[in-house]
Nanobody
Framework: QVQLVESGGGLVQAGDSLPLSCTAP????????MGWFRQAPGKEREFVAA????????HYADSVKGRFTISRDNAKNTVYLQMNNLKPEDTAVYYC????????????????????WGQGTQVTVSS
């Protein structure tokens, strides 16, 4: 079992930046592909960004491309999501997710590929 803990959510204004973090307090996830997802009220959970085991490969949803950056520090068991130029439509609960992979360069866009999830952190962007 991998416990994931997100942090960094909050209330910001449109155009602001906000960094999110996701840590695995009791396990190294250097062999895990990581993803960020979000769920807005009344909507299904959607993919935001993913990063491969080493961080060499990343992938973004079109809606956040150029504004969000996913990164990771395996020595700190932490994956980050830097969110810039936030928009009201970015308002959602943000979740990080992890899946054990056998090779580097692998990442997933589908939530069904991930085995472990954090509890989520709320991000609210006011206009």
């Amino acid at each position: 079992q991998v416990q994931l803990v997100e942090s960094g959510g909050g209330l910001v204004q449109a155009g602001d930046s906000l960094p999110l973090s996701c840590t695995a307090p009791d396990r190294t996830f250097s062999h895990y592909s990581m993803g960020w997802f979000r769920q807005a009220p009344g909507k299904e959970r959607e993919f935001v960004a993913a990063i491969s085991w080493s961080g060499s490969s990343t992938h973004y949803a079109d809606s956040v491309k150029g504004r969000f950056t996913i990164s990771r520090d395996n020595a700190k068991n932490t994956v980050y999501l830097q969110m810039n130029n936030l928009k009201p439509e970015d308002t959602a609960v943000y979740y990080c997710a992890a899946v054990l992979v056998l090779t580097d360069g692998v990442f997933y866009e589908s939530e069904f590929e991930y085995d472990y999830w954090g509890q989520g952190t709320q991000v609210t962007v006011s206009s």
